[in-house]
């Protein structure tokens, strides 16, 4: 298994990888429809969820992949915690991690902070979001959540909005490339990042024209304070320009799968009609976050690259 | 090295032979046929619940045997010492299994710690009347005190062998082979 301590990002990990967390994440899935929603691999672990910027669903998220393993887990909140002191991010962690624990899941704003932290503490690292950097585990949800629809390889899957600021969209189109889509983006120059041809990545600056290519679309969440800063003018502007419609998506040549990675601004980025409508899968994704982190709890739980060779020998008809 | 001597312990009419024997010794050992559940383990002991479920329907009380299928691996207790196995199987149950009289099948039985795992997990899905294990070869070196209800084929082992079962469904033929001195995790069929 190539899987290190931590989970930083998908842009270092393999396909190989990438489908190692997938198909692990398919066993899980039928974990949470048993009537005891639970089971002992992790049980005696403990995990922290150290979360620097609010957060509601991957929190809970994580919290339930975590519990329906049986690992103990306890949540640190920045707003009601030592960083409200002054705390640094490391001596927070080196205080948790003299508590003896295993695991931490860790949201934070800046760029680059899950690495940070994992370079300098022993236990393993989860990225639950950093910055405008990676969000991988959302990442491996929407492939997941694509995958139970259609094969991944030869997808063409589009990413609309404001891709400069969006974690989402990096670990998507990381992801999606290496299982071998076509990726493309859509939204107002200004929140498209410079150069992003460059990483293979097709651009469409009208939604009409990405919804007349795409067979999936990812659309992501407006945020408020884009406007304020003047990215865009409106919301009823964004909406009218890039707004993913029941009537544009008519006009599509075919049926399109619709992902969004919430929390929905219905009436801005997305039509509720579309949101609501037979093929968004954007309850899916909320259903197959909790198997894909349970996925990767078990494998960094165990993963230690030393036995990893001895987990592939192990089994044979002996029991 | 040259490669380690191996014995044949079942050909394809052996293997026959005794799972229509363990498929008797099993009917025999449960009081109420209606409340048979067979329950393999991943592998190989899916494949051959199926085939004691089609011996036990033709040979006796005609109606469909409910089977299920178990993987351990999320209840082994060896998480730390052999690392996570890559894939995990799919489990499922044939309902509800109040009241049932419950045979856990599986190819080997060696240390034990397999079906100790099995036992947990049937246990948070739903109390059975009576839970009976049946093997299709016992090679001995338990670490728990578990024992069979049915045995295929018992076997004198050593740690360091090996005991390989093939069906037909997965590996194109029915046979049970032992290896000596193959060292248990020298990467067998999983």
Redesign the interface.
Same mark, same amino acid.
């Given at each position: 298994?190539a899987l290190g301590k931590d989970l930083l990002g998908l842009e270092h990990l393999t396909a190989e990888d990438l489908l /190692?967390i997938l198909?692990?994440a %398919? +066993?899980?899935k %039928?974990?949470s429809e &048993? $009537?005891?929603k639970?089971? +002992?691999?992790?049980r005696g672990k403990t995990i922290v969820n150290l979360f620097f910027e609010a957060s509601t669903r991957t929190r809970i998220s994580f919290e339930f992949a975590e519990k329906r /393993?049986s690992a103990d887990t306890v949540n640190v909140a920045s707003s009601a915690s030592s960083v409200q002191k002054g705390e640094n991010l490391v001596d927070t962690a080196r205080n948790l991690e003299a508590m003896k624990i295993d695991m931490v899941v860790i949201r934070h704003g800046s760029s680059g902070a899950a690495r940070f932290l994992g370079e300098r503490i022993a236990s393993n690292v989860i990225n639950a979001g950093d910055g405008k950097h990676e969000h991988p585990t959302q990442g491996l949800l929407d492939l997941l959540t694509i995958r139970d629809r259609r094969p991944i390889a030869g997808t063409k899957a589009c990413i609309v909005g404001d891709v400069l600021h969006s974690r989402v969209a990096r670990s998507n189109i990381w992801g999606l490339l290496k299982l071998g889509a076509e990726v493309a983006v859509c939204g107002p120059k200004s929140l498209l990042p410079l150069g992003i041809e460059g990483l293979g990545v097709r651009v469409f600056h009208r939604i009409e024209e990405a919804i007349a290519w795409a067979d999936v679309l990812n659309v992501l969440r407006l945020q408020m304070e884009r406007m304020q800063s003047g990215y865009i003018p409106s919301q009823r502007e964004y909406y009218r320009v890039f707004g993913v419609t029941l009537e544009r998506l008519e006009r599509a040549p075919r049926d399109l799968l619709i992902l969004h990675p919430g929390p929905m601004n219905r009436g801005v980025e997305i039509d509720s009609r579309v949101a609501d409508g037979p093929h968004s899968v954007i309850l899916d994704q909320v259903t197959n976050g909790v198997a894909v982190r349970m996925a990767v709890l078990? /494998?960094l739980?165990?993963? &230690?690259p030393e /036995? $990893?060779e001895? $987990?592939?020998?192990?089994?044979?008809?002996?029991? | 090295m040259p490669p380690a001597p191996r014995t044949l312990v079942l050909d394809a009419g052996a293997f026959g032979r005794t799972l229509e024997k363990m498929a008797q010794s099993i009917l025999h050992q449960t009081q109420d046929p209606r409340t048979l559940v067979l329950v393999g383990i991943q592998r190989r002991g899916v494949e051959l619940a199926a085939r004691l479920a089609a011996v036990i329907t033709t040979a006796g009380t005609g109606a469909e045997v409910p089977r299920g299928a178990l993987d351990i691996t999320l209840y082994r207790d060896d998480l730390e010492t052999v690392g996570p196995k890559p894939l995990v199987g799919p489990t499922h149950l044939p309902g509800e299994l109040e009241g049932r009289h419950v045979w856990i099948v599986d190819d080997v039985l060696f240390t034990g710690r397999t079906v100790r795992a099995a036992l947990d997990e049937l246990a948070d899905f739903g109390r059975p009347a009576r839970i009976g294990l049946a093997v299709l070869v016992d090679r001995g070196g338990r670490e728990l005190p578990i024992q069979a209800d049915v045995v295929g084929a018992a076997v004198q082992t050593a740690p360091a062998d090996r005991v390989e079962v093939f069906v037909a469904e997965l590996d194109g033929k029915d046979a049970v082979e032992l290896v000596r001195g193959a060292g248990v995790s020298g990467g067998g069929k999983a």
């Open positions: 298994m /190692l198909d692990t %398919e +066993p899980f %039928e974990v &048993r $009537a005891i639970k089971v +002992p691999a992790l /393993l078990y /494998l739980a165990g993963g &230690r /036995l $990893a001895a $987990a592939k020998g192990g089994g044979g008809g002996d029991h | -």
